[in-house]
């Protein structure tokens, strides 16, 4: 488990390295649909995943056809199942990564 390193602005992004996987993160909230919303992409700019609504304690990947091995889950910190509000990231929730291995542990 990783926790990635999500900073308290509205509109991030940021690389990293993950299981030997090179991935962008763009990472923004949205007045419209009042939520949290993530891209990601290979660094080769391939893909992973689009304009994604981040849900607290949903698998961000699941179900998804990608090539990237693993999940990202946005973990709330101060309750059990603290939905994503306006509220900056570092004050309610953080993002980790979970490898294959974590996965099936589940």
Request: include cysteine; proline fraction near 7%.
């Amino acid at each position: 488990m990783n926790i990635l390193p999500v900073t308290n602005t509205f509109n991030q992004s940021f690389k990293t390295t993950l299981n030997g996987q090179s991935v962008k993160f763009t990472i923004w909230y949205q007045d419209i649909g009042s939520g949290w919303f993530c891209s990601m992409a290979f660094q080769d700019g391939t893909k992973i995943i689009s304009g994604a609504r981040l849900n607290s304690g949903s698998p961000m990947l699941f179900n998804t056809v990608s090539d990237f091995e693993g999940d990202v889950v946005p973990v709330p910190t101060i309750a059990p199942y603290f939905e994503l509000g306006r509220q900056p990231w570092d004050e309610t929730h953080i993002l980790v990564y979970l490898t294959p291995e974590e996965i099936e542990g589940v």
